[in-house]
């Protein structure tokens, strides 16, 4: 049955509707985020459609014979009922449904829903988890739930004392009505004999794959929970044309370790091919934080899965050797020439933290040397800073200590440097010192060799960065040099404004160390946005480092870089910048991990919405199809590249300035937050 808005409601249909959802009508707040299609619709249109989709588990059996059935419930997010066969309310709703089991002996699942996938490049047959199929049989018990019965029946051997688990994706098509296709997981546990549940596999929450993953989709976006994809995830299944494993572990290391594993590196690609022959080669793939950072998935504390310390106290040769795919555990070689032909003794070694850093532990195996807990620390403060008219010379001071509070001399430092730019507006000058001149006792002053603009207006601001060279592990054979960086800091001083203005806070560091953990580059000299936005300002580029016969210069403004690079392979076209040492990077095959679309997933106080604030610069892009970019134009082109975007932007500027807040300013029909609105 089609559904239209159009369309005038049947006097009954129409009636029931009202009548069963009273709740809607004169429900004040939308369940929807302006971040969802959803949200835009009128309430009239949603209390029709009902977009969205909740899918629950209510209870689960399995008989004598092995009949395994299931009674759940579609709902809506508000909780009233949806109708499986689309008729009274818009939208079939797909469900797909897998049963496991969690040996007792055993750890990980093993599906009784299988399937047999032939490889049409190797022959070879493989026994996979996958979906109850031929579909089992359906029937409707209340409004809105139903019982499910699988084909597929458990085995004669089947242990009742044992967790056993239902997994359900579904999906809801409301195309119609341009909210695409809604998805929904859920996982129910239960032991057959009436136990309540002792054994259960959580070792990661999905919560922290949607640190980056905002939010988790694979298979076409159906598969939304860390709980279901294990179900079928596990060591049962493989891929018979590339004969790699998909467990769980084993695929997901090595999928985040990607141009990493050694495997790799020698030359050898990582690829599974999945579903109608699709290859996924992963070979490219760079995680974002420090791959030793095991705590970016493992997490701990108050989010932590009930066994994220599995990692710490269970190693085994598959887990290990995902990254370590260059270890042999059957001959040693890689392995300090130890053979291991079981798991039974890794612990031994492997102990969740030893000593040293550094040892064979698995903290002390996974230890970044520049954040080595030996490390003394390099610590400051900008503490003033005086002569900060038009035309002076303005003098800095700060301290600088190490964690234990011990003094550090800047000329103990191995670099030491003051930055400072202006105004606070939009940066447009900057300006780096070596500041390990700076005289005093404690605290340090340091005069600028650089003057103010004599027409410098506004806001001010001046930034700390540096390290100094530590050895580590002195007089063995892992003695290393290490910085030992400091964390940014940036204080900011009026030059005409009485009181310092801060330059506005477009993106919280927070957001960015939701997927990179810990922000540090140029060495560690950076860590800190607010400090790294001094130097990549509008007018900013390449030009100092990129060879002459690379040219134009490539603009390194933040807003149109940042756009940019995390656009990566989408942007279609070659995108490098030339840093220190006149190093081409390469950004055009960063593939980033969450939706583009969720502006929110880094900006913070809707700066991404239009009008922008005022005084804002144009950016030089010279190698763009638009060599100057005025403002908002200079973010939406880092993203939107083409010919007829550039061209958009351009017929929509003129001498009074760019019009786009007439059609995407944030009450427009096409706003910024509502033409990237997603369907869920």
Sequence with gaps: MMHSLRAKIPFLAGLAVLIGLGAAVTERKSPFSPHQKAFYMTPEQVNFVRPGLVTKILTASIDA???????????????LALDRLGVSTPGVV?????????????????????????????????????????AGTYQQVADGEYTYTFTTRAPATIDRTATHSIGVYSNRNLTEFDLGTQYSNDVFNFVPNGSPVQKVRAVVKTESCNRCHDPLGLHGGSRQKVELCILCHQPQTSDPDTGNTVDMPVMIHKIHRGEDLPSVVAGKPYVI?????????????????????????????????P????????????????????VNFATGAGHVDLPQVSDNQCANCHTPEGELEFDASIKGAHTIPTHSKSLPGTIWDIT???????????????????????PITPTQMTRLALVMGGSTVDYETYGSEDARTATGAGTYSYTFQRALPADATGTWAVGIEGYRNVTLLPGTKKEMVVRDAGINKVAYFGVTDATP?????????????KCHDFLELHGGNRNQVEHCLICHNPNETDAARRPAAQNPAESVHFKTMIHKIHTGEELGQKFSIYGFGGTAIEFGEVLYPGDRRNCAACHVNNSERVPLPEGLLPSKSARDLLEVKEPITAACLSCHVSRSAHSHALSNTTRLGEACEACHGTNAEFSVTRVHARNQ
């Design 65 to 79: 014979d092995g009949r395994i059935q299931v009674r759940f419930k579609l709902t809506d997010p508000r909780g």
């Design 94 to 134: 797909g469900t797909s449904w897998i049963a496991a089991v969690i040996p007792n002996n055993g750890t990980q699942y093993t599906s009784y829903t299988t399937r047999v996938n032939t490889s049409p490049i190797t022959r070879q047959s493989a026994t996979q988890a996958a979906a109850d199929a031929p």
């Design 273 to 305: 091919i999945g579903n109608n022959q699709a290859v996924h080669d992963y070979s490219h793939i760079v995680f974002p934080a420090d791959v030793r950072r095991c705590e970016v998935c493992h997490e701990q504390g108050r989010t932590a899965a």
């Design 307 to 326: 066994q994220a310390t599995n990692y710490l106290t269970k190693p085994s040769r598959a887990v290990c050797g995902a990254c370590h795919d260059d």
């Design 384 to 406: 003033r800073v005086t002569d900060t008219g038009p035309g002076q010379k303005p003098t800095v001071q700060f301290t600088i200590k190490d964690k234990n509070n011990v």
């Design 501 to 513: 203005v801060p330059r506005r806070a477009a993106v919280a560091q927070a957001s960015c160390h």
